[in-house]
């Protein structure tokens, strides 16, 4: 069982910082959330290699998602690079996914201006993803396409590259009034982040919500799912006593 905890967590913590933390509480693996460029380059990659943990996962930075969902013909030339770098930095460092979003819904004319073209990035990213044993994730989101089952594999479908696979992320499927496991039975995702959820507070830490998740590992389990449990709660939670939450996360998957 492949355990991994998200560095989005752990913000605003250099990720650096981050990814020796959780090497230091038993973590082998991580998913690395760049939170700016530096840590998208293959120069940052060489110093994570230095440490005991992979970055088998990383999720395409949201602070760049303007770039790679953007159909302005300049900003197009600067995704591929910015793809380019943050694939050579995941070879480094020994990354099998790269996680992104479903597109926004948008009204028809903003539709004809974004949907291509921003399909076309996200191919070029699943091309050169395939060349370096790397699978893109299609991650479901209530603001997005992917806000149902049905729309995410749609989305997939849509999309038409076979290394884009659909992936699920429990709150998120929780916000959009989906319990995880139908989410995850319809889907069969490739890759997983997992959090609670209870009212209105999302990507609560695990076991503080409302998460059926004896239910939701037997579902997992039924798939025969063989990708990355990734921990990615809210870094709200992680701002105090962070490598006693951090060791409880770990102690909570393992249990079940």
């Known amino acids: ?17 981050a990814l020796k933390l959780l090497n230091d509480v038993g973590f082998k693996e991580a998913e690395l959330m760049p939170q700016c460029y530096h840590e998208t380059t293959p120069e940052f990659a060489k110093e994570v290699k230095k440490l005991e943990i992979r970055v088998s996962s990383i999720h395409f930075p949201l602070s760049y998602f303007s770039v790679l969902y953007n159909p302005y013909g300049g900003m197009v030339k600067e995704a591929k ?3 380019d770098d943050l694939l050579l930095a995941g070879e480094i460092m020994g990354t099998d996914v790269i996680v992104i979003h479903a597109l926004p819904y948008m009204e028809e004319l903003k539709k004809e201006i974004f949907y291509n073209v921003v399909t076309e990035n ?28 049905e729309g995410l594999l749609d989305e997939v479908r849509r999309i038409d590259h076979d ?17 995880p496991e139908i989410f995850i039975s319809k889907t069969r995702p490739i890759h997983l982040h997992l959090s ?41 939670f992680y701002i105090d006593d962070v490598v006693n939450k951090v060791r409880n996360a770990k ?6």
């Open 163 to 179: 290394n884009v696979q659909p992936m699920v992320d429990t709150t998120e499927s929780w916000e959009a009034d989906i319990e």
């Open 251 to 256: 102690n909570f998957i393992e249990n079940i």
């Open 1 to 17: 069982m492949r355990i991994s905890f998200s560095t989005a967590a752990l913000y605003p913590r250099l990720s650096l910082e």
């Open 81 to 83: 690079n910015l793809m």
């Open 196 to 236: 609670d959820y209870k009212g209105d507070v999302k990507h609560l830490p695990l076991g503080e919500g409302k998460g059926n998740w004896e239910m939701i590992f037997n579902t997992i389990k039924s798939i025969d799912y063989s990708g990355i449990y990734v921990i990615e709660p809210a870094y709200k």
């Open 122 to 149: 996200i191919k070029y990213l699943a091309s050169k993803g395939k060349e370096k044993n790397v699978k893109i994730a299609l991650e479901n989101n209530p603001n997005t396409l992917g806000r149902t089952p």
